[in-house]
C-alpha cells in the first residue's frame, strides 16, 4: 500500500478500498457500531483506507477542515499546544478510534496535531464524503447527529483526561494516564491485549503531572512485577487488567 501525502489538510494518493475483514472491524469500532446500518453502509462505500509511515504528519494544527479517520492498525500521537506554544503529546490514538470530525462539521482549522508513531493504516472519509451523507435524504436528516456524536464521545476522554489528573494519589494518577494512552479508559470493546506506548518518560511525567523521578520510579517498579515492560522511548502494558484493577479500586474508595 502506498504512502500517503498531506495536502491542505487532507489526504491525496491512490485510494485503496476496505476488504471484507476490514469492514467488519470498522462496523465493530464504538462510533460506527453505535449507528443504524444503513449508515454504515454509506460511511464505508465512501471512504477509503491510507498508509502512513512513522513521523508522518496526517494534519498539524492550523490545517484547514479536511478529511475524518479512523485508525485500522497501528497508533498515531494527537499533540496539542501548550503555553509555551510548543506541541506536546496529550494523547494516543489507537484501532478503533475515529477523529476528524469537529473540523469537518465547524470548517474551522484543526486544532490538534496529529503524527504516525508507528506504521498506520487507516480508513479516510473525506470532507465531500461527509457533506454527501449528511444531505442524503434517505439518512432521514439524522446523519449529521452521528458525526457529533463522535464529537462528543471524544471531549469525553478530554474530560477523562481532567478528571485523572485530579486523582491523589500519583501511582493510581499514573496508571490512569497508561490505561488512557493504552485504550482502557474508554470502555470500548476494542482493546489490545498488551498495547504499546511510543512515549518517552518525560511525556508520560508531563501526562500525569509529575517529575520523571517518581515517574521512573513507579515504571521500574511495575516492571518488576512483570506489569509493563520498558524499552527506548517505549512502554508495553503486559498486564492492563492489573492497573484497571487498582485504579478501579482507587475511584471506588474515592468516589
Same mark, same amino acid.
Given at each position: 500500500?502506498?504512502?500517503q ?7 491525496s ?9 476490514e ?18 453502509d ?13 513521523g508522518?504528519?496526517v ?14 492498525s ?13 506541541p ?19 470548517? &474551522?482549522p484543526?486544532?490538534?496535531?496529529? #503524527? *504516525? =508513531?508507528?506504521? $498506520? ?6 470532507? /465531500? ?6 444531505n ?41 494516564v497508561?490505561l488512557?494512552l ?9 482493546? &489490545? ?5 511510543? #512515549? *518517552? =518518560?518525560?511525556? $508520560?511525567?508531563h501526562?500525569?503531572n509529575?517529575? /520523571? ?9 511495575l ?8 524499552a527506548y ?23
Amino acid at each position: 500500500m502506498n504512502i500517503q501525502s498531506r495536502t491542505n489538510g487532507t489526504v491525496s494518493g491512490k485510494h485503496l478500498m476496505a476488504n471484507g475483514s476490514e469492514n467488519q472491524f470498522l462496523r465493530g469500532t464504538d462510533w460506527l457500531n453505535s449507528t443504524p446500518t444503513s449508515f454504515q453502509d454509506a460511511v464505508l462505500a465512501r471512504g477509503y483506507l491510507a498508509s502512513f509511515a512513522p513521523g508522518k504528519v496526517v494534519y498539524d494544527i492550523g490545517d484547514p477542515p479536511g478529511s475524518m479517520m479512523g485508525v485500522v492498525s497501528g497508533h498515531v500521537a494527537v499533540s496539542t499546544v501548550t503555553r509555551d506554544g510548543l506541541p506536546r503529546l496529550s494523547h494516543i490514538l489507537r484501532p478503533g478510534d475515529w477523529f476528524g470530525a469537529a473540523a469537518v462539521l465547524t470548517r &474551522e482549522p484543526r486544532r490538534i496535531r496529529v #503524527l *504516525a =508513531q508507528v506504521p $498506520l493504516q487507516m480508513f479516510v472519509l473525506p470532507l /465531500r464524503e461527509v457533506d454527501a451523507i449528511i444531505n442524503d435524504p434517505s439518512m432521514r436528516s439524522d446523519a449529521w447527529r452521528h458525526f457529533a456524536r463522535l464529537i462528543v464521545s471524544n471531549q469525553d476522554v478530554a474530560v477523562g483526561a481532567a478528571r485523572d489528573l485530579l486523582i491523589r494519589n500519583s501511582d493510581v494518577r499514573c496508571f490512569a494516564v497508561l490505561l488512557r494512552l493504552g485504550g482502557y479508559r474508554r470502555g470500548k470493546g476494542l482493546v &489490545e491485549s498488551e498495547p504499546e506506548l511510543d #512515549l *518517552a =518518560q518525560e511525556e $508520560l511525567a508531563h501526562l500525569a503531572n509529575l517529575s /520523571r523521578n517518581a515517574v521512573g520510579t513507579i515504571l521500574r517498579e511495575l516492571e518488576r512485577t512483570h506489569v509493563i515492560e520498558i524499552a527506548y522511548k517505549r512502554l508495553k502494558l503486559l498486564k492492563p487488567a492489573v492497573l484497571v484493577r487498582q485504579v478501579n479500586e482507587y475511584e471506588q474508595d474515592h468516589h
